[in-house]
């Protein structure tokens, strides 16, 4: 248990857990976005940054969204792996002085967060799932879809134009 959060004690305080944790990774990510995006050389890279900071933005709300159906209040509890995630890049952004090996490192640690983001919105999901409540899946499977989506989208602009030119 963190020192800010309450003890988890059924499925259901893990279900709300899950969610601050998530609602505090999309308000880190939104932060860290407009660094990477001002620090990006290549121009499909600054435009995916700058798509996916608008698309965050709206994960948001539909995360407010959800605490309001479930009568909670829209609040963030520390993600320990996403504040790490962040701190890795920030790093590995700093020591990097090549911008368009600079440009591959921030393309990774997007699709870290990426991936973290895909892990959590699923077991999300599922939790709510058995825990009936039909009633918040489809905001939290549209930011899912987006996620992959992303993914996807990095991948493709990784191995046809940024990981290319960094080599």
């Known amino acids: ?9 059924s499925m259901d305080d893990l279900f709300h ?14 932060k860290a976005l407009p660094k990477m995006i001002a620090k990006a050389s ?3 890279l600054k435009a995916g940054f700058e798509t996916h900071l608008r698309e965050t933005e709206g994960q ?3 995360l407010d969204q959800v605490f ?22 920030e790093e590995i952004i700093g020591d990097t002085d090549d911008a368009e090996v600079r440009d ?3 393309l990774a640690a997007a699709q870290a967060v990426e991936h973290y983001e ?9 939790y709510a799932q058995q825990l009936g409540r039909k009633d918040v899946i489809g905001p939290l499977q549209q930011t899912l879809e987006e996620e992959k989506a ?7 602009l990784a191995e046809s134009r940024v990981n290319r030119k960094a080599a």
């Open 104 to 106: 591959a490192a921030m």
């Open 150 to 156: 992303t993914d996807k989208k990095l991948t493709s």
């Open 1 to 9: 248990m963190g020192l800010f959060s309450k003890p988890i004690k």
């Open 118 to 126: 895909i892990t959590r919105y699923g077991t999300i999901i599922a």
């Open 17 to 30: 857990h899950m969610l601050q944790d998530i609602y505090y990774a999309e308000q880190q990510i939104t």
């Open 60 to 62: 948001i709300r539909r």
């Open 68 to 89: 309001q159906t479930l009568g909670q209040p829209a609040k963030g509890v520390r993600c320990a792996a996403m504040d790490g995630i962040i701190a890795e890049a």
């Open 42 to 44: 290549d121009p499909q």
